[in-house]
Nanobody, 123 residues
């Protein structure tokens, strides 16, 4: 599976961005899709994930601000990010895994990673 992410950029605090990620290759095997991020000097962290049936999971810091969705027919996952804060600045990675719930819990690691797209939020 190959993942191509789009939509990163520079935005002011309080603004919005929408990330998209298109999967190609062995897409019939895709179950969960999601997003991780890595801020400068920090470890990579889980952001959000969505199961094939549409169940969604978020890290606490983005609940109420970010919305993950997917279009299974297009093999695409989206991350709508609203009310962005400077601490959201990070490289955001699109991922594919076996279980959205287990990615949220940290008990399963994604099987495939995209190349990352940079989101910069200025104060």
């Amino acid at each position: 599976v190959q993942l191509q992410a789009y939509g990163g950029g520079l935005v002011q605090a309080g603004g919005s961005l929408r990330l998209s990620c298109v999967a190609s290759g062995n897409t019939f095997s895709i179950n969960a899709m999601g997003w991780y991020r890595q801020a400068p000097g920090k470890e990579r962290e889980f952001v959000a994930a969505i199961s094939w049936s549409g169940a969604t999971y978020y890290t606490d810091s983005v609940k109420g601000r970010f919305t993950i969705s997917r279009d299974n027919a297009k093999n695409t996952v989206y991350l709508q990010m609203n009310s962005l804060k400077p601490e959201d600045t990070a490289v955001h990675y699109c991922v594919v895994g076996s279980s959205a719930y287990d990615m949220k819990r940290g008990t399963a690691y994604p099987e495939y990673w995209g190349q990352g797209t940079l989101v910069t939020v200025s104060s």
